[in-house]
């Protein structure tokens, strides 16, 4: 199910979109993993793609095949051992799609990531001594850098982390994160086209108490 993260079939069209990655990750390496992708802002125009069903060549999937590609990740994800409350959801009144889970360990976590790309056997994230580390990789349509008439919108739209800990965070390696007032909480936003030029610029690395 290559490019579940529905919103790919959008990117090319749309402008104003945002993409948010959340973890809530405890000190025994299980937690909660979401990937919400939010065309809100542009839903007029998320909502033509679909009605016209090709767009430049590609073929954009219904409604109905939409919730039929979320319906089976989720089937394909609670398989996975160690996978418990898969989720997924959509609003196509404004154009919100949402993929859901808790995992009991980091093995686990990646395997569900990569079963979001099937052909994917990266390492997402990595445990190294104290540090948790982010390899960073999403399924996002590289061509779309090509067309330079693009870029500003998606220069406008984005890419968030938001990754939440039990133990308080000491450093951390990217210099474009924030850590928040509790130091249990680290966020990273990059817009969408540098991104895309370098999904490094994502990567993170983060060192516990």
Known sequence: ???????CFFFSF???FEVTE??????????????????SNSWLKTKSAILLKEVDGVSIPSEAEIKSKLAKFRSEAAKIKG???VSTSYDFSAYIFKVN???????????????IDKKSTLVHF????SKIERIASYPLPKNLIKNDDKKEDLQNASLTAVYSFENQVTTVENPKSKISKSKKTVFLKQNIWNVLQNSKIMNNSISFD
């Open 83 to 85: 996978t418990s409350n």
């Open 1 to 7: 199910m290559k490019k579940i993260l529905v919103g």
């Open 126 to 129: 990595k445990k190294n001594g």
């Open 14 to 16: 749309v402008s104003c």
């Open 22 to 39: 959340t973890l809530n990750h405890a000190s025994n390496d299980s937690g909660s993993y979401s990937l919400v992708v939010d065309f």
């Open 101 to 115: 889970f808790s995992y009991d360990s980091i093995a686990t976590l990646n395997a569900v990531l990569n079963a």
